[in-house]
């Protein structure tokens, strides 16, 4: 079967020419053997060029994964400037001062109360202490932001920063002078 002459594989009869003629499987329609030589042989009795065969298996093209989004992270609860519309008790404690506040901040993250307290007064580490509380409360509520961003923040204005922080934690829920600051 799949020779032009012989549809299948029992002799038959085709019709050429008006003439009739017998159909040998194995046999091209003038009775001579079918040979599995390429047409373009150099020479007789010589092997032509090697047929080339086809995979058997049909390559997939790779499904490459659509980058996903990424998520952006929350920001601030309320920006630097913000203590302006918000709690003017805290603004006015914090900018007189700082250490009070700032100390309840760090006693809410696990630190020392009276050891940041004395830490905000003292200029040199607080510039350390401060960015390093800061990255804590970032890091804490996945906030975006920089190492770089928390330093001038503190460079800048470092009273505005505490009480952005400490909106930050009220807006969580945690209060600054709450249990946290039970020592009894």
Not at 43 to 70: N, Q, Y
Not at 82 to 96: A, E, R, S, W
Not at 103 to 129: H, R, S, T, V
Not at 156 to 162: F, G, S, V
Request: net charge negative; charged share 15%; aromatic share 8%.
């Amino acid at each position: 079967s799949g020779f032009p002459c012989c549809p299948s594989s029992s002799p038959s009869t085709i019709s050429r020419d008006s003439r009739t003629q017998p159909c040998i499987p194995g046999r091209n329609f003038r009775g001579s053997p079918i040979s599995s030589q390429p047409l373009d042989s150099s020479a007789p009795g010589t092997p032509g060029p090697e047929f080339t065969t086809l995979p058997s298996v049909t390559p997939v093209p790779e499904v490459i994964p659509e980058p996903e989004e990424e998520v952006p992270k929350p920001t601030w609860a309320h920006g630097l400037f913000g203590c302006f519309d918000m709690d003017m008790k805290l603004l006015g404690l914090t900018m007189f001062c700082p250490c009070i506040t700032f100390g309840a901040n760090a006693e809410l993250l696990g630190e020392d109360w009276m050891l940041y307290c004395l830490f905000c007064i003292l200029p040199g580490p607080m510039c350390y202490f401060g960015p390093y509380i800061r990255n804590k409360i970032r890091n804490t509520f996945e906030i975006e932001g920089t190492d770089n961003e928390d330093v001038l923040s503190y460079l800048l204005c470092p009273c505005l920063a505490i009480v952005q922080e400490t909106q930050q934690l009220k807006s969580a829920g945690m209060k600054p002078g709450g249990d946290a600051m039970n020592r009894g």
